[in-house]
């Protein structure tokens, strides 16, 4: 099967498409709907990354409940060593194809390789790759958590001395001896971290690793994540705060309806959606004059006036005539920052209801 990059000749919306050698598909542009025709290249033609730069693959899969598609035909990579974030609305199928990924449930179609092996076959090898945290963590409540993760230790044939050290690190060391049942759900949801890090897996999927967390332990959780990007291990997030995936992630994946709708790097994703930074300037003294003098300027597209501050939409390039028409127009700038777009607007507009 050969994996490849289409854009759509009418929106030029780009989406992964699947198939076989020198065959012929239709395809219909999730985003506007418009049919066409691919043709795959023969193998000999093609120019594609190496399986061994590749952790996770997943080309063409399907799931239905009850005739309906959770997970529509999606298709994607997650290169070794890099941070890729899986985000959509609630029901959107991330959980569904996070367990299909782990091969905990049977998927209709499509193929999953973990490390180049290919889960449906080979599932036991796959796995033994992967730490995984799932979206409800659930332990043992009747044994404490140095027995939780002695057990997990056991199963993983990893080192029983690294489960210390784990609880240690997820900041649960006044709580080894206790059992489990009498956790918070943040207690929980650390000691799930653990569990997923222990051995060490170059693989990690975690499901809504946050959920749950005080603003301490969400922060706790975001370091530990690049600590173990830096030692070169591959992760797979899914989570709800937008924030704290576009401050870690190398490249999401946004899945709406079943649909993988987007894919790139959220500076990728702002540019193709034509959004554009904001910036806040803070004046000695706000006029109508400024306002004015700040709308005539060509490549702005919104200015809000809040007190002494002025909001302004525009293409980086048009900054620096931004500032000049204040300055003309008698405004003392005192301050001054840009925003750029952030992955929360990427989102509401990959994921708006049409």
Same mark, same amino acid.
């Given at each position: 099967?050969?994996?490849?990059?289409?854009?759509?000749?009418?929106?030029?919306?780009?989406?992964?498409?699947?198939?076989?050698?020198?065959?012929?598909?239709?395809? %219909?542009?999730?985003?506007?709907?418009?049919?066409?025709?691919?043709?795959?290249?023969?193998?000999?033609?093609?120019?594609?990354?190496?399986?061994?730069?590749?952790?996770?693959?997943?080309?063409?899969?399907?799931?239905?409940?009850?005739?309906?598609?959770?997970?529509?035909?999606?298709?994607?990579?997650?290169?070794?060593?890099?941070?890729?974030?899986?985000?959509?609305?609630?029901?959107?199928?991330?959980?569904?194809?996070?367990?299909?990924?782990?091969?905990?449930?049977?998927?209709?179609?499509?193929?999953?390789?973990?490390?180049?092996?290919?889960?449906?076959?080979?599932?036991?090898?796959?796995?033994?790759?992967?730490?995984?945290?799932?979206?409800? !963590?659930?332990?043992?409540?009747?044994?404490?958590?140095?027995?939780?993760?002695?057990?997990?230790?056991?199963?993983?044939?990893?080192?029983?001395?690294?489960?210390?050290?784990?609880?240690?690190?997820?900041?649960?060391?006044?709580?080894?001896?206790?059992?489990?049942?009498?956790?918070?759900?943040?207690? !929980?949801?650390?000691?799930?971290?653990?569990?997923?890090?222990?051995?060490?897996?170059?693989?990690?999927?975690?499901?809504?690793?946050?959920?749950?967390?005080?603003?301490?332990?969400?922060?706790?959780?975001?370091?530990?994540?690049?600590?173990?990007?830096?030692?070169? %291990?591959?992760?797979?997030?899914?989570?709800?705060?937008?924030?704290?995936?576009?401050?870690?992630?190398?490249?999401?994946?946004?899945?709406?309806?079943?649909?993988?709708?987007?894919?790139?790097?959220?500076?990728?994703?702002?540019?193709?959606?034509?959004?554009?930074?904001?910036?806040?300037?803070?004046?000695?003294?706000?006029?109508?004059?400024? !306002?004015?003098?700040?709308?005539?300027?060509?490549? !702005?597209?919104?200015?809000?006036?809040?007190?002494?501050?002025?909001?302004?939409?525009?293409?980086?390039?048009?900054?620096?005539?931004?500032?000049?028409?204040?300055? %003309?127009?008698?405004?003392?700038?005192?301050?001054?920052?840009?925003?750029?777009?952030?992955?929360?607007?990427?989102?509401?507009?990959?994921?708006?209801?049409?």
């Amino acid at each position: 099967m050969i994996s490849k990059v289409v854009k759509c000749p009418k929106c030029s919306y780009k989406t992964t498409v699947i198939g076989e050698s020198g065959k012929k598909i239709i395809i %219909t542009c999730p985003k506007c709907n418009t049919k066409g025709n691919y043709l795959f290249p023969e193998e000999h033609q093609q120019l594609t990354k190496t399986s061994d730069s590749i952790a996770i693959e997943v080309n063409g899969l399907i799931k239905t409940f009850n005739g309906l598609r959770a997970v529509d035909n999606i298709s994607f990579n997650v290169e070794k060593g890099e941070i890729f974030g899986f985000l959509g609305p609630n029901g959107a199928g991330k959980t569904t194809t996070i367990k299909a990924m782990l091969g905990l449930i049977h998927t209709n179609s499509g193929e999953i390789k973990i490390n180049g092996y290919d889960i449906k076959p080979s599932g036991k090898d796959a796995k033994k790759f992967v730490g995984y945290l799932p979206e409800r !963590v659930a332990f043992y409540d009747n044994l404490t958590a140095l027995q939780n993760l002695h057990f997990y230790a056991e199963i993983k044939k990893s080192s029983k001395e690294d489960c210390i050290t784990l609880i240690e690190e997820f900041g649960l060391s006044d709580s080894v001896n206790k059992k489990v049942g009498t956790f918070s759900k943040g207690m !929980v949801q650390r000691l799930g971290m653990a569990r997923a890090i222990l051995g060490s897996s170059p693989i990690l999927i975690l499901d809504e690793p946050s959920g749950g967390l005080d603003p301490r332990g969400v922060v706790l959780i975001r370091n530990k994540i690049r600590e173990m990007k830096n030692k070169g %291990t591959t992760i797979f997030i899914s989570s709800h705060i937008l924030s704290e995936i576009q401050e870690i992630c190398d490249r999401v994946g946004i899945i709406n309806k079943g649909v993988l709708v987007a894919q790139d790097t959220v500076s990728g994703l702002s540019k193709k959606l034509n959004l554009k930074p904001k910036i806040t300037v803070e004046l000695e003294k706000m006029s109508d004059d400024v !306002v004015a003098s700040v709308k005539k300027v060509k490549g !702005v597209d919104k200015v809000e006036k809040i007190g002494k501050s002025i909001d302004v939409i525009c293409d980086p390039k048009t900054k620096a005539k931004v500032i000049l028409a204040i300055e %003309t127009a008698g405004g003392n700038i005192i301050n001054l920052y840009t925003r750029e777009p952030s992955l929360e607007e990427v989102f509401m507009r990959f994921t708006e209801v049409k």
